[in-house]
T-cell receptor, first 112, second 114 residues
Framework: DTGVSQNPRHKITKRGQNVTFRCDPISEHNRLYWYRQTLGQGPEFLTYFQNEAQLEKSRLLSDRFSAERPKGSFSTLEIQRTEQGDSAMYLC??????????FGQGTRLTVV | TQLLEQSPQFLSIQEGENLTVYCNSSSVFSSLQWYRQEPGEGPVLLVTVVTGGEVKKLKRLTFQFGDARKDSSLHITAAQPGDTGLYLCAGEGYTGAGSYQLTFGKGTKLSVIP
């Protein structure tokens, strides 16, 4: 297994468009996290899945954001009607239960 | 909400010097992780500390978890240019209803000048 994989690595979109990012976690990792990181800041928590259940969702996640993890494997994060303030690095991480998280390389979103 | 404060925010030192980075919180964590991140990449896990008072060494890096499991430090001996990067601490805490959350500090940006 090569680790957590995120696609695409970079995405440039026009304001108002919808975008979807994909995360493939390490096999058999129950827990999956999505984070957002802007320049000069640490990652900010967005949402958390344990298997297919979305157990935690940050107040940062507006109604335009939705995440899914069907079948408890890969996950998608969709942003509808993108705004310039959504420009950031979106990071996905996975972990076995109760241990450290392993991150993917992230998806860099630029909204123009 | 569990908050982690990292200090200093920026650190620029000469090759060969020693340094310490701090991570403090008023919350108790079940574990604490340290990551290093390079520009345009995801954070890479360096170490996890779980027990209060625990000390772990990774070559020139020494990590310590506070006795009360609220704070941690990272000490680098004889820093090298390859140590340059953003150092992040992250605390794992139980948020209820069977859910755990990993909360990050804002990071310490380290530059080691040759």
């Amino acid at each position: 297994d090569t680790g957590v994989s995120q696609n695409p690595r970079h995405k440039i979109t026009k304001r108002g468009q919808n975008v979807t990012f994909r995360c493939d976690p390490i096999s058999e990792h129950n827990r999956l996290y999505w984070y957002r990181q802007t320049l000069g800041q640490g990652p900010e928590f967005l949402t958390y899945f344990q298997n297919e259940a979305q157990l935690e969702k940050s107040r940062l996640l507006s109604d335009r954001f939705s995440a899914e993890r069907p079948k408890g494997s890969f996950s998608t994060l969709e942003i509808q009607r993108t705004e310039q303030g959504d420009s950031a690095m979106y990071l996905c991480a996975s972990s076995p239960v109760y241990t450290e998280a392993f991150f993917g390389q992230g998806t860099r979103l630029t909204v123009v | 909400t569990q908050l982690l404060e990292q200090s200093p925010q920026f650190l620029s030192i000469q090759e060969g010097e020693n340094l310490t980075v701090y991570c403090n919180s008023s919350s108790v964590f079940s574990s604490l992780q340290w990551y290093r991140q390079e520009p345009g990449e995801g954070p890479v896990l360096l170490v996890t500390v779980v027990t209060g008072g625990e000390v772990k060494k990774l070559k020139r890096l020494t990590f310590q978890f506070g006795d009360a499991r609220k704070d941690s430090s990272l000490h680098i001996t004889a820093a090298q240019p390859g140590d340059t990067g953003l150092y992040l601490c992250a605390g794992e805490g139980y948020t209820g209803a069977g859910s755990y959350q990993l909360t990050f500090g804002k990071g310490t940006k380290l530059s080691v000048i040759p």
